[in-house]
């Protein structure tokens, strides 16, 4: 197997877990000991895979791609809104934490990949020019594929689809019987993201490629400069 495609499930496998741990130990400081007495506020990628999101679907998309694009999400964390004071914001609060540690996974490669080329270890435009050749090393895959594969993740869960973090975000906003109503949509929103994905690969106009594409560059730009 390519050595970039192992980097690319690494960086996947540990972005998904982050990313669920947050919401986990925001509802934990939020006073929610769902999570944490499930064990499942730890790093450990066991306790948060899922058969189908961690393993089938990447390896799924991975081949039909060409392992150009991976995907997938880990075990959503347990949380219980009644544990919290105010139970509508601190769920707000607890979806957000999800894409802001993605967020913060994408400052923390940029940051360290400018400390690495300030120290002179790394070479700012070999890497650009390995990276446009499509002949980038382990190093180059990992800073690549950790922006590319969190930019994507924090993105995408914010669009406000049910089950998403974003309409979680939105639901803190609105009254609790609007929330009620717009959290029942979420039993038909997996169908609703799985018609927008197919009909944007059939379609010369991808509504999910054109909602992420823009950030993915932004964040490869500031990355690589």
Do not use: C
């Not at 975000?169 to 039993?187: D, N, P, T, W």
């Amino acid at each position: 197997m390519d050595p970039n495609i192992i980097v690319m499930i690494i960086v996947l496998l540990f972005s998904v877990v982050f990313h669920e741990v947050a919401h986990g130990w925001i509802a934990f400081l939020l006073g929610d000991k769902t999570a944490y007495k499930m064990g499942r506020l730890t790093l450990n990628p066991i306790p948060h895979i899922d058969p189908f999101m961690t393993i089938l679907m990447p390896l799924m998309l991975g081949f039909m791609t060409n392992w150009r694009v991976m995907f997938g999400g880990a075990k959503p964390v347990p949380v219980n809104p009644y544990n919290f004071k105010n139970p509508k914001k601190g769920m707000a609060i607890t979806a957000a934490a999800g894409p802001l540690s993605n967020l913060t996974l994408i400052l923390f490669v940029v940051i360290l990949f400018k400390l690495l080329v300030m120290l002179g270890f790394i070479d700012n435009y070999e890497v650009q020019v390995r990276f446009f050749r499509n002949e980038m090393n382990f190093v180059d895959s990992f800073f690549i594929y950790a922006v590319l594969i969190n930019t994507v993740l924090m993105v995408f869960n914010l669009i406000p689809i049910p089950p998403l973090d974003g309409s979680k975000v939105i639901m803190g906003f609105l009254s609790y019987e609007q929330a009620a109503k717009y959290e029942s949509f979420s039993r038909y929103g997996m169908y609703v993201l799985i018609g927008i994905l197919i009909l944007g690969n059939l379609a010369e106009f991808s509504l999910i490629g054109e909602i992420i594409y823009p950030f993915i560059n932004l964040f490869l730009k500031l990355l690589l400069g």
